[in-house]
């Protein structure tokens, strides 16, 4: 029974699951709640048409968020975006998902009419879960970058979080489905299908196809009923067996979609749920996958990324770098310890290299400094999302010139007080060629 | 120090369980099985448990809201009257106007509508019912719940 408790709840497992979860939790609040905030005047201000809760919030809080001018309201709002970024970047994350909650709460009992459903409260649970830790900060995140380990995607956690975020979804589909045959629920003894089927136009059902021909056979719509009830049963079964999860999960998010696609339901269920499904997939599987690109990026041919290894600024950079380089296509190289580099490419040289970093990638593809910046971006994944920034018109202008300031200022941008007139390098080891004492004396036009 | 992390980790588990299968079973299980009303734990938890779609009868409900000019009603698009846009989904299918029908909340959504369209003189706010969706799709019962002046 112990070992049990310990297997489901205590053993420590890879937390990485729970950094991909925090994007899908941090879009689904965004996407629930941003577009409440584009009518502040009909949702939140004074002149705004309120509705309480007095069932979820105590009377007392109601009427002191209440109280609230509506600059007061304005301030909670630019907190929710600020708090709403750092929990998705992975900013002080534990903080951030409690700060970005309580801001939930407050918009909730300031106004429940658009934003207080069913669905809310499902959130609201599961974000009080991700308030307990800050494992979901320990991968895909500004906090894992700020440590600089590189194995941050298999940093191991106790799994309790994961096992209970399971569990939530689980209980959730067997409850609704239990609701639909008791507690008032008319699953058995009426045919709520075939009543969807004929909703006005006013109403929850979408104009999808074949309605029309459901709405024509009340037996079908009966069955259907059944199925679907059988269904939400026995899904949660699949995901909790491992030969069966795949399709578990499978079923489950094509369920979430047809729901969407049929009905006007709160999308929380379709940005929420799938996520939580994936849960169910076991981490230690993640990190195979993962290493097995490491490997297989390994084996073949991979980019090399010359760099100043005598500037402390730089090596963080690149510790940095291998954390986000989660597939290994990169190998930094410190080019003061390259005795040839002609031999890595006929154009390299070292004074190139002095000047920018360079990207040197496997089918011969030269670039330097912000260039090489913009292909990481493209080659990376967990840089993807930066993708479209730096491929802006006047991106390239911008970017190059930010690039040749930080890097002519290298040496002054980490705490090295030898290096105040930026004349000098940390003492390296010493290069096997030539370029190496050049390279550690500098000069004012030294760039990385 | 590992023994004080896992038992704070199962008291944790321990103590949500149990408050998750309450509140899931406190309105529609427990209050009728002990015949008053428990206490339910505020800010966590829906009121009712997990009942979506639980009852999807043949009467359909829904609010609709009339603008009158010079003495003559205009019925007005609800997505005028409520123009926060969902991300995927329509929240006025959703029905969300309905709670406009509580007489207790005539007061502010008279004043919100006579913000939003200045133009009208007064509005009248009717809950409409379709009382049987299969067998009289066309037929609407009509009741004027109350009228801003």
Not at chain 1, 127 to 147: A, K, P, Q, W
Not at chain 1, 260 to 274: A, D, G, N, Q, S
Not at chain 1, 358 to 383: I, K, M, T, W, Y
């Amino acid at each position: 029974m112990s070992a049990l408790w310990h297997r489901l709840f205590l053993e420590r497992r890879p937390s990485l699951s729970l950094g991909l979860f925090r994007l899908a939790v941090a879009w689904t609040v965004g996407a629930h709640m941003i577009p409440s905030f584009f009518h502040m005047e009909d949702n939140y201000l004074a002149t705004a048409f309120k509705t309480k809760n007095p069932s979820f919030f105590p009377i007392w809080l109601l009427r002191l968020v209440e109280a609230s001018p509506d600059w007061v309201v304005s301030l909670w709002t630019g907190l929710f975006f600020v708090f709403l970024a750092t929990f998705t970047l992975g900013l002080f994350s534990q903080a951030s998902c409690i700060l970005m909650t309580l801001t939930c709460y407050y918009f909730y009992a300031l106004n429940d009419y658009h934003i207080g459903t069913l669905s809310f409260d499902i959130l609201l649970v599961t974000l009080f879960l991700m308030c307990v830790t800050g494992y979901h900060g320990d991968f895909l995140s500004l906090d894992s970058l700020r440590r600089g380990k590189r194995n941050a995607y298999k940093r191991p956690q106790p799994y309790f979080l994961q096992r209970l975020l399971q569990l939530q979804l689980a209980w959730t589909f067997w409850y609704t489905a239990l609701s639909k045959i008791t507690a008032g629920g008319n699953w058995l003894t009426g045919n709520p299908h075939y009543h969807l089927m004929h909703y006005p136009p006013i109403g929850v059902v979408r104009d999808f196809p074949f309605r029309e021909w459901l709405g024509q056979h009340p037996g079908l719509c009966y069955n259907l009923g059944l199925m679907l009830l059988i269904f939400e049963f026995s899904l949660p079964l699949l995901w909790c067996i491992p030969r069966m999860r795949a399709i578990g999960i499978a079923l489950g998010v094509a369920f979430q979609l047809m729901l969407w696609v049929t009905l006007h339901v709160p999308t929380i269920f379709l940005f929420l749920f799938p996520a939580m499904m994936l849960l169910f997939i076991r981490p230690e599987t993640l990190v195979q996958w993962i290493e097995a690109r490491q490997a297989m990026h390994a084996a073949g041919n991979r980019a090399v990324l010359l760099y100043d290894g005598r500037c402390g600024f730089c090596q963080e950079s690149v510790k940095r770098l291998r954390v986000v380089d989660l597939f290994g296509w990169v190998d930094p190289l410190d080019f003061h310890a390259q005795p040839d580099l002609s031999r890595l490419h006929p154009s390299l040289t070292a004074e190139r290299c002095r000047s920018e970093m360079v990207l040197l990638e496997p089918d011969g593809r030269l670039s330097g400094g912000f260039d090489a910046f913009a292909r990481f971006c493209r080659r990376l994944p967990l840089l993807w999302w930066l993708a479209p920034l730096v491929h802006l018109p006047g991106a390239g202008w911008i970017g190059t010139r930010i690039y040749r300031w930080v890097a002519a200022h290298r040496y002054l941008l980490h705490r090295n007080p030898v290096c105040a007139t930026n004349q000098c390098a940390l003492p390296g080891p010493p290069a096997g060629g030539g370029n190496g004492q050049n390279g550690g004396q500098g000069n004012g036009s030294s760039k990385i | 120090m590992l023994l004080r992390r896992n038992r704070a980790i199962t008291w944790f588990v321990i103590c949500w369980t149990l408050l998750f299968q309450y509140e899931t079973l406190r309105a529609s299980y427990l209050n009728p099985l002990v015949k008053r009303e428990l206490p339910k734990l505020r800010l966590l938890f829906p009121p009712a448990g997990w009942i979506m779609f639980f009852n999807v009868d043949k009467a359909y409900g829904f609010a609709e809201v009339y603008g009158i000019r010079d003495g003559t009603p205009t019925l007005l698009d609800p997505h005028d009257i409520l123009e926060t846009k969902a991300v995927g989904y329509d929240n006025i299918h959703r029905n969300v106007l309905i709670g406009t029908l509580y007489p207790q909340r005539a007061r502010q959504f008279c004043s919100f509508l006579k913000r939003k369209f200045s133009g009208y003189d007064a509005f009248l706010v009717i809950y409409a019912q379709y009382p049987d969706i299969v067998e009289t799709p066309e037929r609407i019962l009509r009741r004027v719940m109350y009228r801003c002046e």
